[in-house]
């Protein structure tokens, strides 16, 4: 009999912003007794609710089981920056290229997730604010930060790719600031309110055949004929599991000392006065992200309750996979000197919501989309791209499952595992001390 034991479990740090500004949702359906199913499914995000999607339309008269250790929408897809994008965007690079060959394949795989998620949002109905293939710009602040856009420019020219070149004038056109020397837009980045939309496949999803417990967090796994998942409260016995967990796969005992753990943090304003709109300007939504990858991410988004600004930056390498509440405030003021420098004419608006999301990065930028043991499936490390990866993780995983094949998922299954990392005692400092490097490099674009 195999058996594992979780060693941690999820821990994430403030508000879920997203999730707040929705209605509250419905009461918990927690796991309080010993039930049987076709597919479980841990973790109810991004990954974890592609797979279920995906397992339905293979297996549509199968019964699927998610389980989510808190509420769906309040751990890292609800504090999800919500760009789905579709172009390379490797975050340990200076301008998120890579080998053109590569590149292009992986385009064409993260497309395929667009429209994966493209095709939950129709079905499931969601409004246009919720899932909006409008677009993004990679803003430069600096004549650096100019130069990794057009270097970036070139090699999606080299890949067949469409972009256009915004100066100063279409940047304040778009923002409202000056802030902006130039701009690049792409238009198949998705932006999402990811709260809405991991909330509203859940609601989509839910029927006679699936359901999804909340706050039921697994606590051990047990192998005997079938995989046995044991909550706090209740148990559910499956032939076929797949861990959509992202880095908390190392909780289950996989892949220790080979996935990197990163906390990367945010902040949201209150809602802007009618007033504060118009002494901004520009255009009520977009989305920006930064020419250089350790840089500001900035959206302005409308909601019911009120429109307002997300601001996002700073990277931390934490291996325990949880900060405190004083790294969230120590963060805090360099969004509010990232937010000042570029919004001026809102110089009393306040934040609202500040909080930390867990990244799962592998340094040789690969996810893990693999049977770990026979009926125990993987679909985790997405590399700071949740929303694209974690999809494309989550449908790959359900296909490998179920022995649906195609050069998609061939490709995962080729892809290397997961580079080994050094020891703690040196990858911690190092990592902290070339993060603190590449932030001091990135400047004004911070």
Known sequence: MREIKVKK?????????WNDLL?????????????????LIIGAGFAGLAAARRLSQLCPTDRITILEASRVAEGPAGRNSGFMIDLPHDLSSADYGGALDQDIKLTDDNRHAIQFAADMANDFEMEPDVFNQSGKINGAATAKGDKHNREYAAHLKNMGEDYQMLDAADMKAVTGTTYYQSGLFTAGTAMIQPAAFVRGISKGLKSNLIQIYENSPVESLTQNINWIATTPNGSVTSPKVILAVNGHLNSFGFLSNHLMHVFTYASMTRALSSQESRQLGGQSVWGITPADPMGTTIRRIRSSKGNRIVVRNRFTYDPSMEVSDKRIKVVARDHDRAFHARFPMLANVLMQYRWG?????SRNNVSVVKELEDGLYSACCQNGLGTTRGTLSGLLAAELATGTRSARLDRALAAPSPTKLLPQFLSKPGAAAFLKWQEMKAGAEL
């Open 9 to 17: 479990l999820p821990i994430d740090p403030g508000p879920a912003a």
């Open 23 to 39: 209605d509250k949702p419905e009461p918990a359906l927690i796991l309080n007794k010993k039930i049987n199913s076709d597919w």
């Open 357 to 361: 999301g867990r990244l799962c990065l």
